[in-house]
């Protein structure tokens, strides 16, 4: 064998042992570092003694978390996505698992099965829900309004179309399937109400 | 030296390196190159908008939270698809795709942000 070839195996060998030990060090980066104070998941008693990690995850949403960590690391604002710690919502929206993934910034993710993800500050008395509005006219499905809704929380009120609409909230999960010619500008701001009258408009 | 240039090692070598290009490629995710359209640019209810392209996803986000809204327009038909708008958060992202611009803005009184915006193609 020549020397030329020689440190040609030699190169490809340290460097195919690298490339090992990154490739498992990236599949295996769910965020697990130290963790903000506070618990993100206070005031959602829906989801206070289910089982966590990311085990609870289905295999489409546990890649798309790890493609988002791997995307947009610790670097700001939301920070790692702790899928080490994620829990699954008892309800569904549009039959896809709603899941919760705290980060190491003190946020709180609200991610739908293979679908999408929003995350910000953990729920508190000021802010008692998260709320999103999901569209896609070339599925040719009428847009979907969904969130979470601290303990308390009875309903979310908000203009849809022009129209004022109550969304109940059962097991801190609420659901609101609009119209077939809404688009994301048809709904106003929410606000909420909690079940011993007091509404809070959210910011 | 001598070991080195034994059949065994060789082989050795080349399963080690087979085994690293599987790891490796099955890592990588199904979407292609990221296209950053947005990085730290200010938005407001002016959107950022990226190059016409077949899209997979979109991506938002803020260091001061807003009310943020990402989404895909097709500038020859006027339709957008794959809309997500989010109340006071830091992010949004949302998996789906479609051959058009990826656009993301503020709305709803949040005013001008400093924010990063992507989408793979």
């Known amino acids: 064998m020549s020397q030329r070839l020689k440190r040609f195996f030699i190169v490809v060998g340290v460097v195919s042992f690298v490339g090992i030990g990154s490739t498992i060090a990236f599949a295996k980066n769910d965020g697990s570092r130290a963790k903000l104070g506070g618990n993100p998941f ?54 896809q698992r709603v899941y919760l993934i705290p980060t190491d910034k003190g946020a709180l993710c609200v991610v739908v099965e293979a679908d999408s993800e929003m995350c910000a500050s953990p729920l508190s008395a000021t802010k008692p829900a998260l709320v999103t509005v999901e569209t896609d006219a070339q599925a040719g499905a009428a847009p979907t309004v969904f969130g979470i809704a601290m303990d308390g929380v009875r309903k979310i009120s908000l203009m849809a179309g022009g129209a004022p609409v109550s969304v109940p909230v059962r097991q801190n999960l609420f659901v609101l399937h609009g119209g077939p010619a809404m688009t994301l500008k048809s709904f106003s701001k929410p606000s909420v109400t909690f079940s011993d009258g007091r509404t809070v408009q959210l910011p | 030296m001598g070991r080195l240039s034994s059949i065994k090692t060789r082989i050795v070598l080349l399963l080690v390196l087979v085994v690293s290009l599987v790891a490796g490629f099955s890592a990588i995710p199904a979407s292609g190159a990221l296209e950053i359209y947005c990085y730290y640019c200010t938005v407001s209810s002016v959107p950022a908008v990226s190059a016409t392209k077949y899209h997979y996803d979109n991506y938002m986000s803020v260091d001061i939270a807003g009310n943020l809204e990402i989404y895909f327009y097709n500038v020859s038909t006027g339709v957008t698809t794959c809309g997500k708008s989010v109340f006071s958060t830091y992010s949004v992202y949302r998996q789906c795709s479609n051959h058009a611009t990826a656009r993301c803005h503020t709305f709803s009184g949040t005013g001008a942000r400093t924010a990063y915006c992507d989408a793979t193609y």
Do not use: C, F, H
């Open chain 1, 42 to 95: 206070g005031g959602i008693s829906a989801v206070a003694s289910t089982p966590s990690g990311e085990k609870v995850l289905d295999p489409s949403t546990a890649s798309m978390v790890r493609v988002l960590n791997a995307r947009y690391g610790s670097e700001g604002m939301p920070g790692l996505r702790l899928a080490s710690e994620a829990r699954v919502m008892p309800g569904t929206v549009n039959g």
